[in-house]
């Protein structure tokens, strides 16, 4: 059974809360006020049971809203004192690595240690 996907239809609270209340006040199930309006029975569900709790403002859309500020933290600009600290302690960690003897070569799943003593030589 193949299955045909859709683009993502992004509906108004007020979109939603008719669809809703379409389903609420007439005589048919949900099923059908889901096909009527071209929407998934199992979304229609989720936006009753989101409506019956907590009225329109379970309707709206919570999408790209964190509460976490490190969620936010790669699209925010950084203070140029940020980006100094930032670099700052880049630079510790590469003077520890340097101590112990040695070096961090690539990046991300390539990312390699490699010694920078002399094997025959103590360290």
């Given at each position: 059974?193949?299955?045909?996907?859709?683009?993502?239809n992004?509906?108004?609270?007020?979109?939603?809360e008719?669809?809703?209340?379409?389903?609420?006040?007439?005589?048919?199930?949900?099923?059908?006020?889901?096909?009527?309006?071209?929407?998934?029975?199992?979304?229609?569900?989720?936006?009753?049971?989101?409506?019956?709790?907590?009225?329109?403002?379970?309707?709206?859309?919570?999408?790209?809203?964190?509460?976490?500020?490190?969620?936010?933290?790669?699209n925010?600009?950084?203070?140029?004192?940020?980006?100094?600290?930032?670099?700052?302690?880049?630079?510790?960690?590469?003077?520890?690595?340097?101590?112990?003897?040695?070096?961090?070569?690539?990046?991300?799943?390539?990312?390699?240690?490699?010694?920078?003593?002399?094997?025959?030589?103590?360290?």
């Amino acid at each position: 059974m193949s299955r045909i996907s859709k683009k993502n239809n992004m509906r108004t609270p007020e979109e939603k809360e008719a669809i809703v209340l379409e389903y609420l006040n007439g005589i048919v199930g949900y099923r059908e006020v889901a096909a009527a309006h071209d929407v998934n029975s199992e979304l229609l569900q989720r936006w009753i049971k989101k409506y019956r709790a907590s009225g329109i403002e379970g309707l709206r859309s919570r999408t790209g809203k964190h509460s976490n500020p490190k969620a936010r933290k790669h699209n925010r600009h950084l203070s140029e004192v940020e980006k100094l600290k930032k670099e700052l302690l880049k630079k510790e960690i590469e003077i520890e690595r340097l101590k112990k003897g040695y070096l961090v070569k690539g990046g991300g799943d390539q990312k390699e240690f490699v010694t920078t003593f002399d094997a025959n030589t103590k360290s």
